[in-house]
């Protein structure tokens, strides 16, 4: 059933290519409706992680910016810092268009989307939104990652750095589940959807959450403050703007 993890091994990978990347246990979470989570815990070894995090804690021209939030106008709960492919069409999220640098302006940046691609055949990602949390106190709000630059079934990768914390699921109140708890009598149906449509990680240092097929069109995602966090997280979502 959907809460059930479907655990896969891949071993060879391991053994016949020397690297730092570690694609031991991948753990898979079918969300229903052609949407599904795959968790890497050890994506990275612990000091290519550290490394990584360093860089990007110390060289990445982080900013906190003013966003717009239900017509108010608030300070971004966290830093950020957008990276795209050069050309792409602009992001803008919550009233806020970031300026996109490129890859070549941090080398190391390369590297991890390198292997995000090699742990991801098939993928092909055009761009990075990157998330700095500096304690239990910075967090993001239940959101999607629907903005028109993005196709409905957009696939993304989301890669973690420094202090574990919490990511939470919600399903979203939509169309397409209500058809189905339709054909349910009422009783199994508000039972089932509360079980069902909550889901939470922790995200390790090094490890790499996907979120695949139609994740952002029927779930929400969050990372709730966590006040016993005191230590500072890097995230980094992987992303595909659309190409006309
Ligand atoms: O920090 C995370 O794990 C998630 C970040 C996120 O959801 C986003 O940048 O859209
Ligand atoms: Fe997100």
């Known amino acids: 059933m959907s809460l059930r993890f479907k655990e896969v091994t891949d071993s060879e990978s391991e053994t016949k290519i020397p690297r730092p990347f570690d694609l031991g246990k991948r753990q898979t979470l079918d969300l229903g409706n052609g949407s599904e989570i795959l968790y890497i815990s050890k994506f990275v070894s612990s000091d290519q992680a550290w490394t990584w995090f360093d860089f990007l804690n110390q060289r990445i021209p982080w900013t906190r910016p003013t966003i717009c939030v239900f017509g108010r106008s608030v300070l971004q709960p966290r830093d950020t810092c957008y990276v795209a492919n050069p050309g792409l069409t602009t992001l803008t999220y919550s009233g ?3 300026h996109a640098y490129t ?14 691609h090699e742990a991801l055949p098939g993928s092909r990602f055009n761009s990075l939104l990157l998330n700095r949390y500096k304690g239990g106190n910075d967090y993001v709000g239940w959101h999607s990652d629907d903005e028109k630059v993005y196709a409905l079934n957009q696939e993304i990768a989301s890669v973690s750095f420094g202090c574990e914390r919490d990511f939470l699921l919600k399903k979203k109140p939509n ?3 209500q058809r189905r708890n339709d054909e349910e009598p009422p009783a199994k149906k508000s039972k089932k959807s509360s079980v069902a449509d909550r889901h939470s990680f922790v995200l390790k240092h090094g490890s790499l959450l996907v979120m695949k097929g139609y994740t952002q069109r029927d779930w929400m995602h969050s990372v709730p403050k966590r006040l016993k966090a005191e230590a500072t997280r890097i995230n980094l979502t992987f992303r595909h703007v659309i190409v006309d």
């Open 96 to 98: 806020y268009k970031p």
């Open 103 to 116: 890859w070549d302006d941090f080398t190391p940046l390369k590297d991890i989307l390198d292997a995000v």
């Open 175 to 177: 169309k397409t589940s």
